[in-house]
């Protein structure tokens, strides 16, 4: 066979006869520039039959703990003699992010008490130790509450991931007081004992969502009076505040809802001529339940509120948006709506949940998607034609609204600048809804008619009223076919409403 030269110990492997002979390994120690090899039994007879001792200094990889991550090692325990011992040291180690070399430093082989190292033909090789960064999530808090004319705000954040006794400071900067939906956007600075560098952070944002605190359905109508009436929320019970024949009655209490948010009262849920009531809560840990509070006038001649449950929601997925009939079936429906990151862009993603006559959850209907540009400020008819729309306000403040039912594209109405929009309401008798607006001084303004041909018309200030009245509201209090502006005195706590036309916008009738 051919000679061979080697600069160090090689393990060589030689076929002794013809190619069905087995092959036999020996090692060679080839230091020199001698001939290593010609006849492979001259080279391998009288050698013991030994192959390479080999070393391996791990290499491992792992998310940031905060624990060091220590390296090992490995070896070929067949090339150790019978009852040889192998002994070694290694000394990688690494805490924070980055990587560093696991390294062979020393070794010894012992028979006992000797030191037989020498006998052995030792090959090490150094691996790599390497920590990644942790992943973290941190998600808002998401909150909803009917329009009041104050700012809704949510200040927790919970992070997932950090390791114990780390973490981070947060700023929320996310509010909304007008009628419609926002992120609840926030800031973070990581603690002094926590390196940035050991974590990567996903944001996620809770939504606040302000519904409109009158719509087009029942008009707030708890007794079928073809009146609205009015809700109050104290300590958690509830009462209905209505008129039996030009008087106003008061129930008792007549449901605790402690620990839930009111975010709908004004529609009919079931279909069955009488509003109802909706609301939610979040479960402290990943879910908000949505449920209603079931009006069954019809059945019981009375109001009375029972409580029934519809569904949850991821709420880092999903947040509520309202109420609207989308299928055309004489009842309202729940909307949801997630913001997702498209491939082409952020996006609003709009569902809704059908329920039954008793409220319950049947199906899950698609409604559309709407880009990030545009936000959803709430719901109402301003068509006239019976079918809900979903209103829309654009970043440079351009109105809209978009149909729940038929073609998904936006009708541009006109551009609301930075007035806050209050509610939606038929303030003209026409059949399709209406908008109140109000300015940062104070100044009340409505738009009426149909869709496509509104008139903007300022009708009077909140200073021109006396007192201390607040905005509480909008409804048909008296009957006429039109709905008029509930306000709330907040020194005396009288209720009463007007109209929302400049003639008689101060002209106030009290209810209670």
């Not at 006038?297 to 009375?302: A, E, R, T």
């Not at 996006?347 to 209907?365: C, F, I, L, P, Q």
């Not at 738009?447 to 008139?455: Q, R």
Request: proline residues 1%; aromatic residues 10%.
């Amino acid at each position: 066979m051919d000679s061979f030269a080697y600069e160090k110990p090689e393990l060589l492997t030689f076929a002794l006869g013809d190619s069905s002979t087995p092959k036999v390994s020996c090692f060679v120690d080839c230091t020199t520039d001698n001939i290593c090899a010609s006849v492979a039994d001259e080279i391998c007879s009288g050698s013991d039959e030994v192959s390479a001792l080999k070393i391996t200094a791990t290499s491992e990889s792992r998310s940031y703990n905060g624990a060091a991550l220590t390296g090992s090692y490995t070896y070929n325990s067949n090339a150790l003699k019978a009852g040889d011992t192998l002994s070694v040291t290694v000394t990688g180690s690494i805490q924070d992010v980055g990587s560093t070399t696991n390294h062979v430093a020393s070794y010894q082989v012992w028979r006992g008490s000797s030191d037989v190292t020498t006998e052995y033909t030792i090959v090490t090789q150094d691996g790599t130790l390497a920590v990644v960064p942790c992943s973290v999530v941190m998600v808002s808090d998401s909150a909803t509450k009917v329009y009041d004319g104050t700012p809704l705000t949510a200040s927790g954040v919970t992070a997932y991931g950090f390791v114990a006794g780390e973490g981070a400071t947060y700023t929320v900067t996310g509010s909304q007081t007008a009628v419609g939906t926002s992120e609840n956007t926030f800031t973070y600075t990581f603690n002094a004992n926590t390196a940035a560098s050991n974590y990567t952070v996903t944001q996620e944002y809770g939504s606040l969502t302000v519904t409109s605190a009158q719509s087009k359905g029942a008009i707030s109508d708890y007794n079928g009076s073809g009146k609205s009436d009015m809700i109050q929320f104290v300590n958690g019970l509830v009462y209905v505040t209505y008129d039996d024949g030009g008087k106003y009655i008061q129930t008792p209490a007549i449901n605790d809802i402690t620990g839930w948010n009111v975010v709908e009262i004004r529609r009919d849920l079931t279909g069955d001529g009488y509003a109802d009531i909706q609301i939610t809560a979040y479960d402290g840990a990943s879910e908000t339940w949505v449920a209603t509070l079931r009006n069954d006038y019809l059945v019981n001649g009375c109001i009375t509120l029972n409580y029934q449950f519809i569904g949850a929601y991821q709420t880092r997925l999903w947040s509520y948006l309202g109420s609207a009939d989308v299928n055309s079936d004489g009842k309202s429906e729940v909307l949801m709506v997630q913001t997702a990151e498209g491939a082409d862009g952020i996006y609003r993603h709009v569902a809704a949940w059908v329920t039954d006559s008793e409220g319950k959850w049947v199906d899950n209907v698609w409604v559309g998607s709407l880009t990030n540009e545009w936000s959803i400020a709430g719901t109402a008819d301003f068509t006239g034609d019976g079918e809900d729309n979903i209103l829309l306000r654009r970043s440079d403040g351009m109105i809209g609204y978009w149909r729940t039912a038929g073609s998904n594209d936006i009708v541009l109405l006109k551009n609301g600048g930075d007035r806050v929009m209050i509610t939606t309401g038929d303030f003209d008798g026409d059949g399709a809804d209406d908008f109140l607006w109000q300015a940062s001084d104070g100044t009340m303004s409505t738009w009426t008619g149909v869709a496509g041909t509104m008139s903007d018309t300022v009708i009077g200030k909140v200073s021109d009223l006396g007192g201390n009245w607040l905005f509480a509201g909008a409804g048909d209090y008296n009957g006429d076919g039109k709905d008029e502006i509930l306000w709330c005195d907040t020194t005396t706590y009288k209720t009463a409403y007007g109209d929302a036309k400049q003639s008689t916008f101060a002209n106030l009738t009290v209810i209670v």
